[in-house]
């Protein structure tokens, strides 16, 4: 089963904690720099300006100029800055929950994909099962006849006559279509051609479908003396057993059997 990976879309830069206190720190920083600035301010007008607390508004007033004086735009660059950082942060976040989405879209895909993948995997799979089930039941039943005893073969059975390994003599000793054959013997011989057509129609659909492997070429050679000489005998017509035909080693795909 072929598997495509999608390419992950960007990962977000740092975590939302880390993010969170990196504005923390530097909204503290900030205030610690006012402080400082108001501490430097008071120490700088204590120093340069002698006297202790008046009572006089007109000093006070002039105190207060002063402080508004200097003080103003230092705060004011300082809530620029406080502001700049609040804004960077918030785009920082933005794009970081648009690279989430993204993620989340790229991993909802990813797993859509490999759903239909692994449900055509399971279909295909099933079908290949189903396939060899039947190949397994048909070569079966080819296996039963074989072992049945027929009048032509005096006690023989007839598996005996389509073996690659059988005498010579017992291949003569099987009946042309058409000779006179007994009932019992011509039962036999009706159903071992039917199920040997059966089993080619299978392996032909098997082959189609998932090309050569061990399985198809395991019951080809298995059953291809039986279907030659059935074919020779005329109770087949050669085209119905193509399947048995050029046995090779070419198969594509592995396959383990007992």
Known sequence: MKRYIRKPAAKPTKSVL??????????????????????????????????????????????????GGVLTPAFSFLTFLALLMTIVFQRSELKNSQISLDLIKEELALAKTTAEQSAEFNKEE?????????????????????????????????????????????????????????????????????????????????????????VTYYYKKRHATASSR?????FLVKPMLNAFENISYGWTASFSFN
């Open 126 to 214: 099933s079908e290949r099962a189903e396939l060899f089930n039947m190949i397994t039941s048909v070569h079966g039943e080819i296996n039963t006849l074989h072992s049945s005893e027929v009048d032509f073969g005096a006690g023989a059975t007839l598996g005996f006559f389509f073996s690659s390994s059988a005498p010579s003599k017992g291949t003569g000793s099987i009946p042309n279509n058409g000779d006179s054959v007994t009932d019992h013997d011509r039962v036999i011989l009706s159903d071992l051609c039917d199920y040997m057509m059966e089993l080619n129609n299978y392996l032909n659909n098997y082959e189609g479908k998932f090309g050569s492997s061990a």
């Open 230 to 234: 059935l074919i020779e005998k005329g």
């Open 18 to 67: 880390g993010r969170i206190d990196i504005v923390y720190v530097g909204l503290a920083l900030i205030a610690a720099v006012a402080l400082l600035f108001i501490f430097s301010v008071m120490t700088f007008y204590g120093a340069y300006f002698s006297g202790g607390i008046s009572s006089k508004h007109n000093t006070w007033a002039e105190f207060g100029t002063f402080l």
